[in-house]
């Protein structure tokens, strides 16, 4: 697993490659809005809808990547809210049906988990997260998926050599989460279903 530092250069490398889309396209609506002198049109439906995409990447990102106490919990509502927005006019649905309002750091792993179930899952699919009293389950299922083992073997043995890109860090994340919480994970993996318990 690689140091600390790197990891945190592989969190902002991620975090600025999500985001770079959506910023870049803002840009290019203001500069479409400029040379029409229009205050109206596709421009400003452009940059609004840049607006919120980068806005609800930073929302799921604030939970799956940032700091997370065992005395915080997040509502339900607003995990809903978050999932959503970020999900809007995309491939991927995640369809929660986790009980109550869990605690901030059990969000923070299923935010982290979905993460890696769509890596897996580049043409789209569906997540379903449960959650009874204190066991979570995760159910992802598409058409077709694209399983690179060595990244899933992380999951289950954070001391495994494996090279991981910056768009992969959530597979080094998930570990270090699944060790603060006490927790193990198992994952049945299938042709066009994956499972996850923990």
């Not at 997370?68 to 995990?79: D, L, M, N, W």
Request: aromatic share 6%.
């Amino acid at each position: 697993m690689p140091e600390k530092q790197n990891i945190s250069a592989l969190l902002g490398s991620r975090i600025c490659h999500d985001l770079i889309s959506p910023l870049g396209a803002i840009g290019n609506g203001i500069e479409l809005l400029t040379m029409s002198g229009s205050t109206a049109g596709p421009e400003i439906a452009l940059i609004t809808e840049s607006v919120a995409n980068a806005n609800a990447r930073v929302r799921f990102f604030r939970v799956a990547f940032g700091a997370a106490t065992a005395e915080q919990r997040i509502g339900k509502p607003e995990v809903l809210s978050i999932l959503a927005d970020v999900t809007r006019g995309g491939r991927l649905s995640i369809d929660w049906r986790a009980a109550g309002d869990p605690s901030r750091r059990e969000v923070k792993l299923a935010f982290l988990l979905i993460q890696c179930l769509e890596t897996a899952m580049p043409y789209g699919g569906k997540v379903i997260v449960n959650r009874q009293t204190d066991a979570w389950q995760m159910t992802a299922s598409a058409t077709r998926l694209k399983i690179d083992p060595a990244l899933w073997e992380v999951l289950s043995n954070p001391a495994a050599d494996v090279e991981v890109s910056a768009a992969q860090v959530h597979f080094l994340l998930a570990p270090e989460e699944l060790h603060r919480l006490g927790r193990r994970l198992t994952a049945d993996i299938r042709e066009t279903d994956i499972a996850l318990r923990w």
